[in-house]
C-alpha cells in the first residue's frame, strides 16, 4: 500500500529559475554583478525601501547591521528568546551581550513588557551575575515569528523611549505588512520599519536563492557600510570591480567579511520574488484550510490571527493543550511523523540551550512564557505548491493522533 509522505517544506521553483540560472552560467559571470544589482533594486521596490544589499545569508545581514551600527563589546541588546540561533550570535559575534527577552504567548513574539522588565532588573542589579548591572543597552532585535508582524508602532516608540535602535530579523515577513487599524494604511515589512531589516532566502523560507539574504534600509550611509563590509572592506568605488565599469585599483577601509551574494543565486532570487505574492497566498489558503478544519479541536490552539497583519504564512504552529492528552509533545511529533507528516518546532527558545545558560546563567523560570510554548509547540508543513491530498493527510493524523490520546475529563481534573 502506498504510504503517504508529506515533507515539511519543498521549494517552488520551475523553468524561470532554471532558465536564469543556465544564462548566467552561459554568460561567464557568476559572482555578484548585474543580476545581484537587479535583484537587489527589484528586492527594494517590492518592500518600499531606498537601500538593498544583497547577501549570502539573514545571518550575515545581521551580522552586517550590528557592525554598521557600531556595536561594542560588553553592550547589550534586546533579544526574543524564541527565536533561531543566528539572532543572538550575531550579537556573540560583535562581542556585544544577548539581553534576552520573554515571549507574547499567543503570537511568540517578543513581548515587549517582559522587554522593559528586563531592562529595569538589569539596571537593578537584579538580572543574573553573567549580566553586570552597568550593561549599556544600545538595540533591539525584534523577530516577526512565522512571519505575522510585531505592532511597529509599539516597537519604535520602545525604542525611543530608551534610545535604542531597531534592527528587525525579518528571515521569516517577506511578504508581511502590518497597519493600526482598518482605517491605517498598510505598511510592509521593510518599508522604513527598522534601522535596518534583515531578510533570509535560505532554501525553506518563504522565498529562497539556496542560501542568501538582504539587508534593507533607509540610511545610505548604514547601507554603504554594509556593502563595503560584505566584501573585504573596500572602497565604495571598488565595488565596480566586480563589474565592467569596475577599476582594478581598490582601497581596504576596514578588515571586512566576505558576504556577497552570486549572481548564480540572484539568477534564482530574481524569479522568486516575481512569485512571492502568488507564493503567499498559495500559502494562506493551506493556513486557512488547516484552521476550518482543525477549530473543533479541543486539544490544540491555532496560531493566532488578526485582521490587521498581512501574514506571509512561513510557519502554521499549533500548540497542544498537553493537559487534555495523554502524549507529550514529542510523544506526538513521533506519532505525526510515523503517519509520514514531516514536521517541525520554532523553536527550543535560547534560554534552553546550553551555550547560553553556562554563558549568561539563563534558566527555565527566567523566560517562563517561552519555556511553556516551547513545551507545547510544533510546526505543521505549509508550502506553496502543497497538494490538497497532502494538506487533508495532514488534517487527518492530527485529529486522529488528538482522538486517539484524548484525557477524559475526570482524568484532566485528576
Ligand atoms: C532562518 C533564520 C535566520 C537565518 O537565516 P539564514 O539566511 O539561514 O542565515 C535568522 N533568523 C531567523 C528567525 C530564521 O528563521
Known amino acids: 500500500m502506498h504510504k503517504n509522505q508529506v515533507p515539511f517544506f519543498r521549494p517552488y521553483l520551475d523553468e524561470l529559475e532554471l532558465n536564469e540560472v543556465l544564462d548566467t552560467i552561459r554568460s561567464g559571470w557568476l559572482t555578484s554583478g548585474a543580476k545581484v544589482k537587479r535583484f537587489e533594486q527589484e528586492f527594494a521596490t517590492a518592500v518600499g525601501a531606498s537601500h538593498a544589499v544583497a547577501v549570502n545569508s539573514c545571518t550575515a545581514a545581521l551580522h552586517l547591521a550590528l557592525e554598521a551600527h557600531g556595536v561594542k563589546p560588553g553592550q547589550g541588546v534586546l533579544v526574543p528568546t524564541m527565536t533561531f540561533a543566528a539572532t543572538a550570535a550575531v550579537v556573540r559575534y560583535m562581542g556585544a551581550i544577548p539581553i534576552l527577552v520573554d515571549c507574547d504567548p499567543l503570537t511568540n513574539n517578543m513581548d515587549l513588557l517582559d522587554a522593559e522588565s528586563k531592562l529595569a532588573q538589569l539596571k537593578a542589579g537584579k538580572l543574573q551575575d553573567g549580566l553586570p548591572r552597568d550593561t549599556p543597552v544600545v538595540g533591539m532585535m525584534p523577530v516577526h515569528v512565522g512571519g505575522m508582524m510585531m505592532n511597529i508602532e509599539a516597537i519604535s516608540s520602545f525604542a525611543s523611549t530608551h534610545g535604542l535602535w531597531v534592527i528587525e530579523d525579518a528571515a521569516h515577513a517577506f511578504p508581511s505588512a502590518w497597519r493600526k487599524g482598518p482605517d491605517e494604511p498598510w505598511q510592509r515589512c521593510g518599508e522604513g520599519t527598522a534601522h535596518v531589516t534583515c531578510f533570509s532566502f535560505y532554501a525553506n523560507k518563504t522565498i529562497t536563492t539556496g542560501e542568501g539574504g538582504m539587508a534593507v534600509t533607509e540610511d545610505a550611509e548604514i547601507a554603504a557600510r554594509m556593502r563595503s563590509m560584505s566584501l573585504h572592506g573596500l572602497s565604495q568605488n571598488a565595488?565596480?570591480?566586480?563589474?565592467?565599469?569596475?577599476?582594478w585599483d581598490y582601497k581596504i577601509v576596514a578588515p571586512g567579511y566576505k558576504y556577497n551574494l552570486t549572481d548564480i543565486a540572484a539568477s534564482i532570487g530574481i524569479h522568486q520574488l516575481t512569485k512571492a505574492e502568488k507564493m503567499r497566498q498559495m500559502r494562506e489558503e493551506v493556513a486557512s484550510y488547516y484552521r476550518k478544519a482543525l477549530a473543533s479541536m479541543e486539544e490544540i490552539e491555532l496560531p493566532a490571527e488578526d485582521s490587521n497583519r498581512i501574514h506571509s504564512w512561513h510557519l502554521f504552529p499549533i500548540k497542544l493543550y498537553l493537559e487534555r492528552l495523554s502524549i507529550t509533545r514529542n510523544e506526538f511529533m513521533e506519532r505525526l511523523k510515523e503517519d509520514g507528516v514531516g514536521c517541525s518546532v520554532h523553536w527550543r527558545p535560547l534560554h534552553l540551550h546550553p551555550y547560553y545558560q553556562e554563558t549568561f546563567g539563563w534558566q527555565p523560570e527566567d523566560l517562563p512564557a517561552a519555556t511553556a510554548v516551547w513545551e507545547r509547540t510544533i510546526s505543521l508543513p505549509l508550502f506553496p505548491g502543497m497538494k490538497d491530498e497532502d494538506?487533508?493527510?495532514?488534517?487527518?493524523?492530527?485529529?486522529?493522533?488528538?482522538?486517539?490520546?484524548?484525557?477524559?475529563?475526570?482524568?484532566?481534573?485528576?
Open 391 to 414: 494538506v487533508e493527510h495532514v488534517i487527518r493524523t492530527v485529529r486522529s493522533e488528538c482522538a486517539r490520546h484524548a484525557r477524559s475529563y475526570a482524568a484532566q481534573l485528576s
Open 239 to 247: 565595488w565596480g570591480r566586480y563589474s565592467n565599469s569596475g577599476s
